[in-house]
């Protein structure tokens, strides 16, 4: 882990700035969910398990050049807008924005809506059979699911609760599992049953932020075994809510697989297509 340790260290600080789990989470996520699918579904995902797995990283990419416009995509700081156990927030959009302002709305971040919205587009991609959005949809689906599975993108100190703990979001969602998480430690065993998308959504955020508590605390114990962010610290961390990540890694993967089921099914059950989805762009 030592090795392994600086190695990680040196690319993360000459890589470009990320948002939630590492690209490697998200790619993980969906690969893991892709395996999941049942009999009638796979040929299709098999066939463009390549563009789902590349795609799932887009939102990221969108937000370096339009943060301000997607970027509340991403998160819900649910304890900005109400208190646990935050039922009162499992509302449709228009009746969110009507009761909050939209500027305070964005402002908290909208990920659940964002996950209804993608898993209706896709329900309709379904229904016409189009490839392209299919694959698409799936893709943008695994992101913004993923991201909802992250504990720090549902709570308002997402970056800390006091000024010791500034950049654990990075540390934690990034740094973390580049260094200490093996693909083998994930296992994610079936698909979940998912109900309504956006009570699910809702439900898998309310849950994440459950975790932020303990990630605030492994964090302060961890600077103590070692203030500069070296080896110990990130041994400490991970010692501390390594089972955490990994769990909701499991979990993320098994939601987005349910989550494309339900989306099959609320169409109709059709055949898919079992080819690769025509992706072109030319120049002329």
Known sequence: MRL???????????????????????AL????????????????YDANSRYIAAFCTLPDDWRETYRDEVGPNHFIDLDLLSK????????????????????KLEKA?????????????????MKRRDSVQ???????????????????????DYDGRTPE????????????????????MVNATEPAKVGPILKSAF?????????????????????KNDPVF????????????????IAQLELASERLAGTWIAAWREAGMPKLPDKCATFLWESR
């Not at 996520?29 to 299709?44: N, S």
């Not at 646990?84 to 500027?103: H, M, N, Q, Y």
């Not at 439900?203 to 508590?213: R, T």
């Open 109 to 125: 971040g909208v990920l659940p809506w964002t996950i209804e919205e993608h898993y209706n587009k896709l329900v309709k991609a």
């Open 203 to 223: 439900g898998w955020c309310i849950e994440s932020f459950g975790k932020c508590d303990a990630i605030f605390v492994a964090d302060d114990a961890a600077r």
């Open 84 to 103: 646990p156990p935050f039922a009162d927030l499992i509302v449709d959009r228009p009746t969110a924005e009507k009761r909050f302002g939209k500027a």
């Open 134 to 156: 299919i694959a698409l949809q799936s893709a943008l689906l695994a992101h913004y699911i993923g991201d909802a599975h992250v504990p720090l993108h549902n709570c308002k």
């Open 4 to 26: 392994r340790f600086f190695v990680v260290i040196l690319l993360v600080a000459c890589a470009m700035p990320t948002y939630a789990w590492e690209p490697t989470g998200h």
């Open 29 to 44: 996520i969906t690969q893991h969910a892709l395996q999941l699918l049942p009999r009638d579904m796979k040929p299709f």
């Open 165 to 184: 703990q500034k950049g654990i979001h990075f540390r934690w969602e990034q740094s973390l599992l580049l260094i200490a998480l093996k693909p083998e």
């Open 230 to 245: 070296g080896y110990r610290y990130y041994k400490s961390l991970w010692d501390a809510t390594g089972k955490i990540m």
